[in-house]
């Protein structure tokens, strides 16, 4: 499992016990708030300043507990956005096996596909030849950006040396 979306998950787990907890929250504040109403209506020395004081401060409570919610949700959606946007499309080895499978792909996305397959081991490095081939491909208009995006990939473990 990439580890996007093992941390997508992971998140909307959170996401929703946090929404599990919050609904419970408010169930036994709402409770409570109508059994103090009730107490409250049923103590003739409780003045209606007291009671308005109190309703007041409940009110508050609700007030910073909806403000609470808003700053978590807003947090989860900025965290959602951020891994949609550092996602990866589609990983550099998929993209080059659908490559190589396709009849129609090029002799020469072939070999850019093969090197990068070849590539996922991180002792391997990129040939002087493939190399100058994802030059070419990378300065060339020809290529469609799939290619392109294949021939960096091919380009970033090369030898810086030469």
């Given at each position: 499992?990439?580890?996007?979306?093992?941390?997508?998950?992971?998140?909307?787990?959170?996401?929703?016990?946090?929404?599990?907890?919050?609904?419970?929250?408010?169930?036994?504040?709402?409770?409570?708030?109508?059994?103090?109403?009730?107490?409250?209506?049923?103590?003739?020395?409780?003045?209606?300043?007291?009671?308005?004081?109190?309703?007041?401060?409940?009110?508050?409570?609700?007030?910073?507990?909806?403000?609470?919610?808003?700053?978590?949700?807003?947090?989860f959606n900025k965290i959602e956005k951020?891994?949609?946007?550092?996602?990866?499309?589609?990983?550099?080895?998929?993209?080059?096996?659908?490559?190589?499978?396709?009849?129609?792909?090029?002799?020469?996305?072939?070999?850019?596909?093969?090197?990068?397959?070849?590539?996922?081991?991180?002792?391997?490095?990129?040939?002087?030849?493939?190399?100058?081939?994802?030059?070419?491909?990378?300065?060339?208009?020809?290529?469609?950006?799939?290619?392109?995006?294949?021939?960096?990939?091919?380009?970033?473990?090369?030898?810086?040396?030469?």
């Amino acid at each position: 499992m990439e580890t996007t979306q093992f941390t997508k998950q992971a998140l909307e787990f959170q996401k929703t016990i946090l929404e599990n907890s919050f609904n419970s929250m408010i169930m036994v504040q709402d409770q409570t708030e109508k059994m103090i109403n009730s107490c409250l209506n049923q103590l003739p020395l409780v003045t209606e300043d007291g009671k308005k004081s109190l309703q007041e401060s409940i009110d508050m409570a609700k007030k910073a507990r909806d403000d609470y919610k808003k700053f978590v949700d807003d947090g989860f959606n900025k965290i959602e956005k951020l891994l949609e946007k550092n996602s990866p499309k589609k990983s550099v080895a998929s993209q080059a096996a659908k490559i190589l499978s396709d009849e129609k792909s090029s002799k020469t996305v072939k070999k850019l596909a093969a090197s990068a397959l070849a590539q996922a081991d991180k002792d391997k490095q990129t040939s002087a030849e493939l190399e100058e081939l994802a030059s070419k491909v990378l300065k060339s208009e020809k290529y469609s950006l799939e290619t392109k995006e294949l021939a960096g990939s091919v380009l970033s473990p090369s030898n810086k040396e030469r």
